[in-house]
């Protein structure tokens, strides 16, 4: 296993180009399963999620080649196995979005259950009700999900979310661009992503309106075709660079950055007293002597990504003062906390918020990775701690990070990976 190995203490300067949405490629890969021609997609990150995608598309038989520019022929996908294995989904949940276009499109599916992850439980009770209001029959046997379209086509229909879900949302609005008639979706998922996979949908020739607002409407059609698509810019990417660059003290230019999607990280770095200066390329993070301390809740889009809290408790520990974080989304999204607690940090949690007393030195120390995000929020924090920082198990990183050694390195960050390190 690898491990990054990080000197502290060198302010981040110079630019860096943020790359396309993790978040926005996986549920686009999928979509290509819908399509009846080949899709082309660009500006993907080179990353694991996006290779075990691949992996699962070419397992139901899809041909996939490129890699930046990746293009998926689902022609051949009738006439393979219509199943998400067990070994994939848990490796990658994101897995599960293939059920609603599988469904689309050939009238089955059968999913492997993605079970729990570092994070929380993460059911799918959402995205089989939504499916199950579309018409499909859903059977659950062996750990694996039965889905079927008893007459071969999904039939339009209207349904309300009990809670708001990216992966339900995506989902059921894949197996609603094919069905037939119109359907209505509530309290569904604004995030970024759900806009971008609708508008991947409609340029295919879906009929899709809503999308960004809390009710999405569907036109059913009869077939979509394939497109050639660039993936957005990541905006927790580019978020966790702030940060970086906020907290070393740095001036750094984030080419690419989707500002657009990005309001409610600004106004809390700003709360901060970072400061965020929009470019005609992207923005320019310079990281303040003082940090104020402050607090941030996570909310589903527009409110603070969930995705950004770990990356914002690190700020938090070097603003002077009590700051606190609270998580609303996930059950168990703190284990970035004994970690930076390892380095110095002093951050006490009760209940779904994390208390930060801000100010302590941070020291370098061996810490490992959990979670996608604490791994993040790991890198941040050994880029100012004293000293050396080890950080093991560093596969999490890469899930969602493309070789963040190397793109942090021209910033001047001292930092470098390790290959075949003891885990
Ligand atoms: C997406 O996950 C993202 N992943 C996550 O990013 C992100 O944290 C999450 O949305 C929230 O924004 C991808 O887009 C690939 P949810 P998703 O369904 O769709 C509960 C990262 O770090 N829930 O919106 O799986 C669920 O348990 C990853 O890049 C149900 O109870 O998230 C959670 O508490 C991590 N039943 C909450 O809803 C359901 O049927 C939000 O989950 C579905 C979800």
Do not use: W
């Not at 989707?258 to 700003?270: A, F, G, Q, R």
């Amino acid at each position: 296993m690898d491990k990054i190995v990080i000197h502290g203490g060198t302010p981040l300067r110079g630019e860096i180009r943020v790359l396309g949405a993790k978040n926005a490629a996986l549920p686009t890969q999928c979509a290509a399963l819908i399509a009846d021609s080949p899709t082309t997609l660009r500006h993907l990150p080179q990353l694991s999620d996006v290779q075990t995608m691949n992996r699962l598309l070419c397992g139901l038989g899809c041909e996939v080649t490129g890699e930046r520019t990746l293009i998926i022929d689902p022609t051949g996908v009738a006439k393979g196995s219509l199943e998400a294995s067990y070994e994939l989904v848990k490796t990658m949940r994101a897995s599960v979005t293939v059920m609603g276009p599988l469904l689309a499109r050939y009238g089955r599916a059968r999913v492997s259950l993605p079970g729990g992850c570092a994070i929380g439980a993460r059911p799918i009770d959402q995205h089989l009700r939504g499916l199950e209001a579309l018409g499909a029959e859903v059977t659950l046997s062996h750990g694996y999900v039965e889905t079927r379209a008893p007459s071969g086509r999904l039939t339009g229909a209207r349904f309300k979310f009990d809670l708001v879900t990216v992966g339900g949302t995506q989902n059921v609005m894949m197996a609603a661009a094919l069905a037939r008639g119109s359907t209505r979706l509530e309290n569904v998922a604004r995030e970024p992503e759900v806009v971008e996979l609708a508008l991947v949908l409609n340029k295919m020739g879906a009929r899709i309106r809503g999308a960004g607002t809390p009710v999405i409407e569907v036109e059913g059609v009869d077939s979509l075709s394939g497109i050639d698509h660039a993936i957005l810019p990541d905006r927790i990417e580019a978020g966790t660079f702030m940060v970086a660059a906020a907290v070393t003290r740095g001036d750094v230019l984030l080419r690419d950055a989707p500002l657009d999607h990005m309001h409610s990280v600004i106004e809390s770095l700003e709360s901060a007293g970072v400061i965020c200066e929009p470019t005609p390329e992207g923005v320019r993070v310079i990281g303040p002597d003082e940090l104020k301390p402050f607090h941030v809740t996570t909310r589903p889009h527009p409110g603070f990504p969930t995705d950004m809290q770990a990356q914002m408790t690190v700020l938090a520990i070097l603003a002077r003062g009590r700051s606190t974080v609270t998580e609303t989304i996930f059950e168990n999204r703190f284990m970035h906390v004994p970690e930076l607690c390892r380095l110095g940090a002093d951050i006490r949690v009760s209940g779904n918020t994390a208390e930060v007393h801000g100010g302590t030195p941070l020291s370098g120390t061996i810490v490992m990775a959990t979670d996608l995000r604490a791994s993040a929020s790991l890198v941040i924090a050994g880029l100012v701690a004293d000293g050396v920082t080890e950080i093991r198990r560093v596969y999490h990183l890469d899930r969602g990070y493309e070789t963040i050694e190397r793109r942090l390195r021209p910033l001047g960050a001292r930092i470098e990976r390790v290959t075949g390190a003891p885990s």
